[in-house]
């Protein structure tokens, strides 16, 4: 499992998606809550902004992000086991 720690790039993207994840589960119960409906647009935003921030230095983050107009870009940079999680 990556460490969080060591890439401090994932912990606004794994904190910002937690966020979502509740606030879809409220949201299921609670379908007309302006706070949280305005909220989760807030974090929508957020998380897409860490998911951008995360990917313009790492790369793709989720294999449906890849950029495979040329070529098969999934595979480019360094893998776990050749550092590319420090």
Sequence with gaps: MINPNR???LQPV???GFTLDELVLF???HTCDAG???YYRQVSARYAQAVSDY???RGPLTIDRVNSANY???VEGPWPW???CE
């Design 82 to 84: 050749e550092g590319g």
């Design 7 to 9: 890439d401090p790039l």
């Design 72 to 74: 098969w870009t999934w």
């Design 14 to 16: 794994y904190e910002a």
């Design 36 to 38: 949280a409906l305005a």
């Design 55 to 57: 990917e313009s230095q």
């Design 27 to 29: 949201l299921d119960t």
